[in-house]
């Protein structure tokens, strides 16, 4: 019997609310993870202590990601997309000011 497929017609790096009955296999989490955008190869393997290449050879599928590597992607995803999102904050809010003047910052 086929192993049931886990796509789906979300963006990659989307794991649709649905999912949440039938969720995918932890690798395919953390592949999805790899692939989420924002966060590039470079950033993964600094935070991974790995290769570039070693990651995108786990985001394609070419290599099996060793289980404890797994769960250290989906822990390091949520410390790097918070950075993600801080540091595009802080580039609007600079943008913002640079702007609308100083007087932008009492309505931040």
């Known amino acids: 019997m086929p192993a049931p497929s886990h796509k789906t017609s979300e963006p990659p790096g989307r794991i649709s609310a649905t999912e949440g009955v039938n969720a995918p296999p932890l690798e395919e989490v953390a592949r999805r993870c790899l692939n989420y955008l924002g966060i590039t190869p470079e950033m993964w393997a600094d935070a991974m202590g790995v290769s570039v290449r070693t990651i ?4 394609s599928g070419e290599e099996l990601m060793p289980l404890a590597r797994v769960s250290l992607i989906i822990l390091q995803f ?18 913002l000011i640079r702007t609308f ?6 309505r931040l």
Request: proline share 4%.
């Open 101 to 106: 003047g100083p007087a932008a910052r009492q």
């Open 56 to 59: 995108q050879k786990w985001r």
């Open 78 to 95: 949520h410390r790097l997309e918070a950075e993600q999102f801080l540091a595009i904050n802080r580039m609007v809010n600079e943008a």
